[in-house]
């Protein structure tokens, strides 16, 4: 498969000052922005880091671009909502960015209920020269001015400004679990646990409603939507996911309303595979679209399926994650890790996906050799340029020398977000703190 | 006031308040279930089961997800119970079957109202809410939001249902209480008048079938009461 990921892990660590370890600096989510030059990382404190890439030095050849920190803000605070007497978490669920349109860089991200729109710039030229003003902005004794000059622009420090420019507030009563930016860029969505939001991007006070699943009586509540995402072709198609395992492709053409999908994609249960736990299990936790626009990715709690847009009674590959585990699941409902939320992946040619499991560990599949591989995010094991070994969990019976016991596995330590460059061999991984970067110097091209 | 006013609360102190059970969930290898015999197995996730079921709605804003998929799962787990008696202190002896299936009705009926009446007073919650946002929770006109009007009555049984879910005797505790005044086709007319919110369409579509009479009571009840309280707005 020739996935020999060197490592450069690149943990926010010594010398910077953010780094605490405190449940605030949780890395919540992970995104790409659509050239790879810039990944945004949201935390539970509210706050989003946003790393760039070095531009490759003719110097040093060997050290493709490495990402550095570029600007860090505070995106969401904690909020009091008077009404019900809840505290609103800062925590960012999503970020999503926007297409590039000119000089500056757009993002949105969200906490459980308002979502921003960021604005990024960068000034590195400032004016000097003023006639009235002198060096530091004190206004000049006009006596002392004699000539006139024409104000220059010269070089300076670089300096990234960050502002708010939208504040989508008040559009949602549950929580917020995803934002898809349209292929239009003019519109974006927003979900939660009942309802999916339509917005444009530069109207704030208004929304439309596309999806509500609330039943009339809370008590006929029985399934929540989990996830959504737009078409990257198609502006008016979107999948969103339940909790009950099922996906509704939806024509936003068909009907302003769109309660009735126009696709479902389900698998019917497997009788043998049966339990009280089988609908949890099946709990859609991310759906993406592949980058062609023909594929979806589905993750559930024990595997990652690939569907056909074309084909609803059944996804073309199924790939287990962590199959171990699947006798483990009273433990697991027990102790709630059999809720966790594990976030998938595309690369760039839609030939790999990748998702995360526990232990830090994380699974990569090839789809065209069938052949997968289990990595693992850690200090220990991730040495600068230090090629990551693949790991295995043996389940009893002939046990290898570097394998881990089922047993041992830490449940604490979960890999829930992922993401890969939309187009060269860097995968970024949040584990818990966190964030590692690995890139792949053997096999930069796609294949 | 409806709210809790609890803030949401930290995971240590969630943690306490499940005691009886921190050993059990704390132990990630726990044998005990596993091995018992599948009848014991299966009274123990339900007990597990109803124990997340009441500790998540005990937090102010319940994970809705994690809510949903705790109440399917032990609605699988008691219809898998079916031929023995949910409830613990009743002795299920191999009994006529009539017998079994009243004692199922009524742990299914306390049970499914108990939940019923859990999620009712958590959509009462949320909907305290809604009457204030105003422009970005509408959607095409004419369609109803499904918002779920309050059950002022859920809330009366919000104590103790939570500390006896499985007390058949749940019905009966409230019998002699008229809760007819707090129907809510009676109240969300009125509500419509003093609260003109996007929640508006189950009103406008109960109305119509009101007919005179009903109407009549339905301003003397208002006249009267509005006359003893002037609520805040009885929004949805």
């Known amino acids: ?447 | 006031m409806l709210s809790k006013g609890l803030k949401r609360k930290r995971e240590e102190e969630e943690e306490k308040e499940s005691l009886a059970v921190d050993a059990l969930w704390l132990d990630p290898g726990h044998a005990a279930v596993a091995q018992a015999p599948p009848a014991a197995a299966s009274s123990s996730l339900f007990d597990l089961s109803v124990l997340k079921l009441h500790h998540s709605l005990q937090q102010s804003e319940p994970d809705l997800r994690h809510l949903v998929l705790v109440v399917n799962t032990l609605r699988r787990i008691q219809a898998s119970m079916a031929p023995a008696a949910a409830l613990p202190p009743v002795p299920s002896p191999p009994a006529a079957p009539s017998m079994a299936d009243n004692l199922l009705a009524s742990s299914d009926a306390a049970l499914s109202a108990s939940m019923a009446s859990l999620l009712e007073d958590l959509s009462h919650i949320e909907g305290l809410s809604q009457a204030p946002q105003p422009l970005a929770d509408e959607g095409p006109p004419g369609r109803s939001m499904g918002g779920a009007a309050p059950s002022l009555g859920a809330l009366d049984l919000l104590g103790p249902a939570t500390g006896c879910l499985l007390d058949d005797g749940l019905e009966g505790l409230f019998e002699d209480i008229d809760t007819s005044m707090y129907d809510n086709e009676l109240w969300a007319p009125a509500s419509e008048g003093l609260k003109p919110g996007p929640e508006d369409e189950p009103g406008k579509e109960e109305a119509p079938e009101l007919d005179e009479a009903e109407l009549d009571y339905l301003m003397d009840v208002l006249v009267g009461t509005q006359a003893l309280e002037r609520p805040p707005g009885p929004g949805r």
């Open chain 1, 1 to 447: 498969m020739g996935l020999s990921a060197s490592s450069k892990p690149l943990p926010i660590q010594e010398g910077q000052p953010w780094e605490m370890k405190t449940p605030a600096d949780i890395i919540s989510t992970v995104e790409f922005n659509h050239t790879g030059e810039l990944l945004a990382t949201g935390d539970k404190g509210g706050r989003v880091v946003i790393f760039q890439r070095e531009p490759e030095s003719k110097n040093a050849p060997h050290s493709q671009g490495e990402y550095d920190v570029y600007s860090t803000f505070q995106s969401h605070e904690p909020e009091f909502d008077y009404l019900k007497s809840l505290e609103i978490e800062e925590k960012i669920n999503k970020i999503k960015w926007l297409p590039q349109q000119n000089a500056a860089h757009s993002l949105l991200s969200t906490n459980d209920k308002t979502i921003k729109l960021w604005k990024i710039t960068e000034r590195d030229k400032r004016p000097e020269g003023y006639n009235l003003k002198d060096e530091e902005g004190k206004l000049k004794d006009l006596s002392t001015v004699t000539s006139l000059q024409v104000p220059v622009l010269k070089p300076m420090d670089l300096m990234v400004e960050v502002s708010p420019r939208r504040i989508f507030a008040n559009g949602h009563t549950y929580h917020i679990n995803s934002i898809s930016v349209n292929s239009d860029c003019e519109t974006y969505m927003s979900a939660d646990d009942l309802r999916i939001n339509l917005w444009h991007l530069a109207i704030t006070d208004r929304s439309f409603n596309i999806v509500d699943i609330k039943p009339a009586n809370m008590e006929d509540l029985t399934e929540v939507i989990t996830a959504s995402e737009f078409h990257p072709h198609h502006c008016n198609l979107f999948v969103y996911s339940s909790s009950k395992g099922s996906l509704r492709l939806c024509d936003m053409r068909a009907a302003a309303l769109c309660d009735k999908h126009s696709k479902l994609f389900e698998e019917p249960e497997d009788p043998s595979n049966r339990s009280f736990f089988s609908e949890i299990i099946s709990s859609v936790s991310d759906v993406k679209f592949s980058h062609s626009g023909r594929y979806m990715l589905t993750r559930d709690y024990l595997t990652v399926k690939v569907w056909d847009l074309n084909m609803e009674a059944r996804p073309i590959e199924t790939y287990q994650v962590h199959d171990y585990l699947r006798s483990k699941l009273c433990s697991l409902y027990e102790n709630d890790c059999i809720f966790d939320k594990f976030e998938c992946a595309w690369n760039g040619s839609d030939s790999v996906i990748m998702t995360g499991a526990y232990n830090n560990f994380f699974r990569m599949f090839d789809r065209n050799t069938k052949r997968d591989v289990t990595l693992e995010a850690s200090r220990e094991s991730s040495k600068p340029r230090a090629v990551l070994k693949p790991r295995r969990v043996c389940v009893g019976g002939k046990r290898r020398r570097d394998d881990i016991s089922v047993d041992s596995l830490d449940f604490t330590k979960k890999i829930l977000h992922t993401a890969w460059h939309p187009a060269e061999n860097i995968i970024a991984i949040a584990a818990t703190n966190n964030l590692y970067i690995f890139q792949d110097k053997v096999n930069s091209e796609m294949h």
